[in-house]
């Protein structure tokens, strides 16, 4: 962010003051900040999924004036993922992150002949980027051997992160995790089914998947013993430089499907992200609302995304070509990870998020470390939605629903029920 606020500045004129927050404290000091009219700060940068709460809370400034009178026709045109830009229509933010779940593979296991013949004669499938989880969990399965100090996978575990692979797991199935009146379907047998396999799964997975937060899980993975792992755009900077045993052995896909009906479902997910937004209470709107279009413009966007030690990966199209994104994430990542963008489902973009997903994670846990059945955790989870939903209104959260249903990508959408 520095970079582009300099510049600003140096074409502007006009001062910042830049103060850092702990990810998870944005969103309450932003709402804090406008339930107490303090006027603390212009703008600021929320995680994407958390731009519903912030609207419904009264802490973000509706963009859509602004944006009439002053951002360029065809500015998004580029935007592989800008759903969380918007609540109910209107425009709240900019996203300026391309956070989409990716799958990372050391290239050596699956290019073995050696592995490839002795998976194929076990699992009757050949040994390949899975399309589906079902692929994926067998491959885990197989290169699970801790006897060797090799593991599976280094899949999160962790209170904070295991709702992200249901989620996709869950979609994979075909179903919408709500129906249209936003009764919860989470708890149905394809939800049971997607979170047995899920707890089966755990156990081709390193000790440390339980514990080890964000950046553990990177060193622990480029330490070279685990077979494949799940992230992001930032997972891979970090893959890629000097810190890594694995540079230049890795292999890349959006995160595995399902199959309906005979059919293969793809269900890529964005599920993290950052949105330049303006406060409801700051003194400077229009300034603030001007930065982050300025921040967001292709031009100074790719110079954030450039940044090694940055954490803003591409999200638009030009992105992509740019030699030194392209030396910093490696060509055959960005592949995967343009595909993987123009094909996600979004995260739940509803007022109430966090308390949903905190509901979910919470139960999955237990199921996972063996406290609950998954039948139990999913039936707690419905439950806990359920109540959510009437406290916050159910006409008014089905129409972001309804809104949310529709954005979804058009295979994607055709496939759920």
Known sequence: MKPVADLFTERTGVQFRLNETPVDEINSQMIIDS???????????PATFGVPDLVAAGALKN???????????????????????????SLYGYQTDGDTYLMFYKKDCLESADEQKRFADKYGFPLKLPRTWRELDAQMAFFHRPDKDMFGGALFRTPTYIAWEFWIRFHAK?????????NPQINNDAGVEALEELIAASSSLYDKART???????????????????????????????????????LYAPTPGGTVDGKLIKTPYFNWGWNYTVSSTSAEAEIAYLFALFACSPEMSTKAVRE????????????????????????????????????????LYLPGQGEYFSALCENLVRADSGQQSAKRAL????????????????????EQWAFLRNSYPETTRLALR
């Open 174 to 182: 075909g179903y919408w995790p709500f129906d249209t009146a936003l």
């Open 212 to 250: 080890n937060g964000l950046f553990d899980n990177w060193k622990a993975f480029a330490a070279g013993n685990i077979y494949c792992n799940i992230g992001w755009g930032g997972t891979q900077k970090f893959l890629n430089s000097d810190k890594s045993k694995i540079r230049g052995n890795l």
């Open 379 to 398: 039936d707690l989870t419905a439950q806990q939605w359920e109540q959510t939903t009437r406290r916050l209104g159910r006409k008014a959260q089905a």
């Open 35 to 45: 339930v107490s009219g303090g006027g603390t700060f212009d703008l600021a940068l």
């Open 308 to 347: 090694a030690s940055g954490f803003f990966d591409p999200f638009r199209s030009a992105h992509y070509e740019d030699p030194d994104i392209r030396n910093t994430y490696t060509p055959e990542f960005l592949s995967a990870h343009k595909e993987s963008m123009a094909e996600s489902i979004p995260d």
């Open 63 to 89: 963009l859509d004036g602004f944006a009439k009178k002053y951002e360029p026709r065809g500015f998004q045109d580029d935007a592989l993922f800008s759903l969380g830009d918007y609540y109910k229509g």
